[in-house]
């Protein structure tokens, strides 16, 4: 499980090179900004609700290709969900990439090509790479004021 | 016949023998150590230096009359005698033992700046400082109103002169320079700059931390009145650092920490001040971090910083050119005058991809902003990516670090 191709797969290097709803987002009603000081990596999260619902969901910001793909793919994975269930998407989603790394990866549907960043497991100093722009959606969604800083 | 054995100055595979930890696998490859400009390797001399103190001589210094304690004093103040040969100080009164190169600019910072500074004041520092020659200065010019200046680097990433003269003026009190950055690589031109600064009437500090093991340095001749640099970088312990300081510059100064051994008399009417350098070392001191480094510097003399130099300088030629010639690889940091470092970015790929991809292939690379935020902020870049060389490395590792390179590309398209 620590072959580099298990980290870099192919949807990861796909969503670094073309990140999805990678824009600002006009008429965003939240957002959130995060950093993390180790490495530099900055996000912002904009959100666009529509009730309790992410009516729309947009990054901006640079990184690496873990933190990009992850921020990309997390747009993907909550656009449209409430926010309980962005939220339980979330924690999977942080269980899945803290787990030992001699756990199988379960086969959760919900996760969706999420499963694809299951290899950050074997590089624990990536795992904050990855949920960097998780965070950062967290804190929009309560509408934090201040950046999100991983330590 | 390899490469590195012909072309080193001295051999090389019999200095990489002295160095346990060079010889282990990672991830199923050979390590291939270049982060050396965060900190080195050690010999087995200093390693068997630490073991031989603390199993032989162990025991608290300067006021014990017993055996152990006579030793560990005698060899705490060989240790000083080595530092002072090995940088050219006048007297071990100017020798004061830190716990790095960090405690040592803040020592000055604290203790000179705040007895010297007044609002309006000036310190002068550079673009490529670490932030360790940066924080220290702005926590004491935030205490004193003294105003911070920052003379600025070039696209190469050397000092622009022109500005730094400029900026030297007479309100300047203080100008803090590093000798060779460690971001970037650059060794500045230290002693036509002490020259200026000591013309304009400044008090000047020299950051020698990535410099002592590269070059000679001879204090007497540069002429500055604070020369700093750490154990850990010079093949020695962690924990011990240097503070080289001009006799009257700490003379004249406070002290810095108050406490054990830096006193003569206590009595809660006040106290009075030790002798040099004992005013500035309160406290037990890092006995065995001491005779670590005086073991690391008897080593790199052994060798010979020049030889070192030499070495390195060939080293860094070669990976200068190999992995410019990566596909969109760009050097930072192309100074004329370079020691040790080559930083690096990759189009379209993060520094911290590039680290984590090396790193499978068994080279230890450093990727972030190396406590040198202002120096990224100058290239408009969140991060680079650093290889940095020692005397033990060789063609081939530089060798190795250019194959990883390219494996990047190759994997990040
Ligand atoms: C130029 C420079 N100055 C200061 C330091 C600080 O050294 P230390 O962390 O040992 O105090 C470093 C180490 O990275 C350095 O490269």
Redesign the pocket.
């Given at each position: 499980m620590s072959d580099l191709s298990d980290l870099y797969q192919e949807v990861i290097l796909d969503h670094n090179r073309r990140p999805r709803n990678f824009h600002t987002l006009a008429g965003a009603d939240r957002r959130a900004h995060g950093h993390n000081p180790l490495c530099g990596d900055r996000v912002t999260v904009f959100l666009k609700m529509d009730g309790d619902r992410i009516g729309d969901i947009a990054f901006e910001g640079s990184g690496c290709a873990i933190s990009k793909a992850s921020a990309s793919l997390m747009t993907e994975a909550v656009k449209g969900e409430t926010t309980d269930d962005a939220l339980a998407i979330f924690d999977r989603f942080h269980a899945m990439i803290t787990a030992p790394t001699d756990v199988p990866v379960e086969d959760d549907e919900s996760l969706g090509k999420l499963v694809s960043l299951a290899g950050v497991r074997s590089f624990p100093v990536r795992v904050k790479c990855a949920s960097l722009a998780w965070h950062t959606l967290k804190a929009a969604l309560a509408s934090a004021a201040d950046p999100v800083v991983t330590k | 016949m390899s490469l590195s054995a012909s072309t080193a100055p001295y051999d090389v595979s019999a200095i990489r023998a002295e160095f346990p930890a060079l010889d282990q696998r990672v991830h199923g490859r050979p390590l291939v150590y270049l982060d050396n400009?965060?900190t080195t390797q050690k010999p087995r001399a200093v390693i068997d230096a630490l073991q031989h103190y603390y199993t032989a001589d162990n025991a608290n210094i300067h006021h014990g009359v017993h055996a152990l304690s006579e030793r560990a004093t005698a060899a705490h103040e060989a240790a000083r005698e080595a530092v002072r040969a090995f940088i050219h100080a006048a007297s071990v009164r100017e020798i004061v033992f830190t716990r790095?190169?960090?405690e040592s600019i803040n020592l000055v910072a604290r203790a000179w700046g705040t007895a010297n500074l007044r609002p309006g004041d000036e310190v002068l520092i550079t673009a490529m400082e670490?932030h360790?020659?940066i924080v220290p200065w702005q926590l004491v010019c935030a205490q004193t109103g003294a105003v911070l200046k920052v003379a600025p680097i070039d696209d190469r990433g050397e000092l622009v002169i022109e500005a730094f003269d400029a900026l030297l003026g007479p309100r300047t009190k203080m100008v803090a320079i590093?000798h060779v950055s460690?971001a970037l690589g650059t060794v500045n031109p230290v002693a036509r700059l002490v020259a200026r600064a000591r013309q304009a009437g400044a008090t000047v500090l020299i950051?020698g931390?990535?410099a002592v093991h590269h070059l000679p340095v001879d204090v007497q001749a540069l002429g500055a009145d604070f020369y700093a640099f750490?154990g850990?970088?010079l093949y020695g312990p962690t924990g011990i650092?240097v503070l080289y300081g001009r006799e009257a510059a700490l003379e004249a100064m406070p002290p810095f920490l108050g406490g054990g051994d830096m006193i003569r008399t206590v009595t809660f009417e006040g106290s009075t001040w030790n002798d040099l350098p004992y005013k500035f070392e309160a406290g037990t001191p890092h006995i065995a971090g001491a005779v670590g480094l005086h073991a690391a510097i008897d080593y790199v003399r052994g060798v010979g910083v020049e030889a070192i130099g030499a070495h390195e300088a060939v080293l860094l030629a070669r990976a200068q050119d190999a992995l410019a010639a990566i596909d969109g690889v760009r050097i930072i940091g192309t100074a004329r005058e370079k020691a040790g470092v080559v930083s690096f970015v990759m189009d379209g790929v993060h520094p911290h991809d590039i680290g984590t991809i090396v790193d499978r292939e068994g080279v230890a690379i450093r990727t972030g902003h190396h406590?040198a935020q202002p120096v990224m902020d100058r290239f408009g870049i969140p991060a680079t990516a650093r290889a940095s060389f020692a005397l033990y490395n060789t063609i081939e590792d530089v060798d190795a670090l250019v194959a990883a390179v390219g494996r990047v590309r190759e994997l990040m398209g």
């Open positions: - | 400009a965060a790095n190169a960090t670490h360790s020659n590093v460690n950051d931390s990535q750490t850990h970088k650092g406590c």
